[in-house]
């Protein structure tokens, strides 16, 4: 019998391939870095293979000319309806249509539906809080089209705001995140992570998303700890039934105290879905696959986070403009994935690649993700005669 082709398409495609691959389909790529240790049969980069700059509609049409029955997409598609239904012409699309997409994806849209249903969510503008509602609060100004932190920064009173801008009431706590499959109707979450982000350990700054630790919120009670993933999870069934969502989902939250405030959906794989795969043994492309055909796979989250090490990654960033050596060693070290080719040259501010750690909790496994980013900016620094 002949195995499923699907093409799956984004700016990195690696983990979403490497998942799909172990479920057993046959898989082919485009994106934008073609890593070393990709798992596609057929893999297009931009960088390796196309020599342009990556973006989704361009991703979409280099797509057209790779045969296909089906396909997924990764980041940054969910702000391109318009890239999504080229992707998917002629072929079935496993993912979230463009027209779910485009309610999904506006900000206003998504505070509105959680406010709807009594749970929280900080206030969204599409214009600058006029005093005094400027001197009650922070905010920040987001891009409409947000992703990975980048355009993320503090707004001060009479900063001018683009209509590709949002601002959003800024909330003080922890950074995390829930993964969940939704069939349309219901979800069912499959991973819980704290975020890491503009963390100069990682050569990130700012806002900068550079990783994730999968396990339960650090330094809190249970009874704190089940009132976050309880509320968690019901964000995710109302985000969930509001805009038809389905495959898989990350939704980012803000959790103070005990209650997480939601601050953006992320319809489509996310980074921190393979620590699910990697620690639990959870197959995220078959969740994804069958979810998309409106059939959910079981998963108790709060059991299965119960005395599991906590699971860590990190993605590496070049602190100066490097070229790469040869990284075929890297290909069977089990800590590094997404290897750059050798003789790459990788800008100052771009990903290097992607670290994994784990320890027996979220501390420590932070101190093993530390190290082991130390370790390897002492390999480039060798390489370089320099500081990496």
């Known amino acids: 019998m002949a195995r499923t082709r699907i093409l799956i398409a984004g700016v990195s495609t690696r983990a979403l391939a490497e998942s799909a691959v172990r479920a057993g389909y046959q898989v082919a790529a485009v994106d934008a870095f073609g890593d070393l240790d990709h798992q596609a049969r057929t893999l297009v980069s931009f960088a390796h293979d196309l020599g342009t700059s990556y973006s989704a509609l361009a991703a979409a049409r280099a797509s057209r000319a790779i045969p296909g029955d089906a396909v997924a997409y990764a980041s940054n598609f969910e702000n391109h ?16 249509s463009p027209a779910v997409l485009m309610q999904a994806r506006n900000p206003i849209e998504l505070a ?13 503008r599409a214009s600058p809080p006029r005093a005094p509602a400027a001197n009650h609060g922070r905010w920040l100004v987001k891009p409409r089209a947000s992703g990975g932190g980048h ?4 707004w001060h009173p009479g900063d001018p705001l683009s209509r590709h801008q949002i601002v959003q009431r800024r909330i003080s706590g922890v ?38 630790i999968l396990g339960r919120l650090p330094h809190v009670t249970t009874a704190v700890w ?14 969930t039934a509001t805009f038809g969502l389905r495959g898989v989902n990350g939704l980012d939250c803000i959790v103070s105290g005990d209650t997480p405030f939601v601050i953006e959906l992320n319809p489509r794989f996310t980074a921190s879905m393979e620590l699910a795969e990697r620690a639990f043994g959870f197959s995220v492309f078959h969740a994804h696959a069958r979810s998309c055909a409106g059939k959910l796979v079981p998963f108790e989250l709060h059991a299965a986070l119960q005395g599991a090490p906590a699971a860590g990654k990190a993605i590496v960033y070049a602190r100066h403009d490097t070229i790469m050596t040869d990284t075929h060693r890297w290909l069977d070290d089990p800590s590094v ?3 750059p080719h050798p003789a790459e040259p990788i800008p100052r501010g771009r990903p290097i690649c992607t670290i994994f750690a784990e320890g027996r909790s979220s501390a420590s496994c932070y101190a093993a993700l530390v190290r082991r980013a130390q370790k390897l900016y002492h390999e480039i620094d060798a390489w370089r005669g320099g500081t990496a």
Request: glycine share 12%.
């Open 175 to 212: 950074a995390a995140s829930l993964v969940f499959c939704a069939s349309g109707v219901e979800a069912v979450p499959f991973g819980f992570s704290t975020l890491l982000a503009g963390d100069p350990a990682f050569g990130a700054s700012g806002f900068k998303y550079c990783g994730n």
């Open 151 to 154: 355009g993320i920064a503090s």
């Open 337 to 339: 994935r997404d290897v």
């Open 226 to 239: 089940r009132a976050v993933l309880a509320g968690a999870t019901q964000a995710a069934q109302v985000l």
């Open 112 to 124: 509105r539906a959680l406010r709807r249903h009594g749970l929280p969510a900080p206030e969204v």
């Open 81 to 96: 309806p318009r890239a999504v239904a080229l992707l998917a012409r002629g072929r079935a699309l496993w993912g979230n």
